[in-house]
């Protein structure tokens, strides 16, 4: 199995298994709008499917307001 050298190198199949596109900020960084519950969780699970052992941190960008769960998070991914 080769090395897996970025997650850009599979946003279309996270994209597609989250059923939304998410947008590539840079090779181990992906956007995009959630925060429904069990969304970090269904993401985390699905970028693990393509990067086993990944750890997934999520910040919230604020862009619909500080009191709205639903957002534009980043999503960092650490191989």
Known sequence: MSKITSIRDYVEQISD???STFTVVDD??????M?????FDQVTK??????PNAKVEFTKTNQLGKNKAYDI???????
């Open 17 to 19: 298994d989250f059923q």
């Open 28 to 33: 181990w960084t992906l956007a995009n709008m």
């Open 35 to 39: 925060g429904f519950p069990g969304d």
């Open 46 to 51: 699905i970028i693990q499917k393509y990067v």
């Open 73 to 79: 998070y980043v999503v960092k991914v650490t191989p």
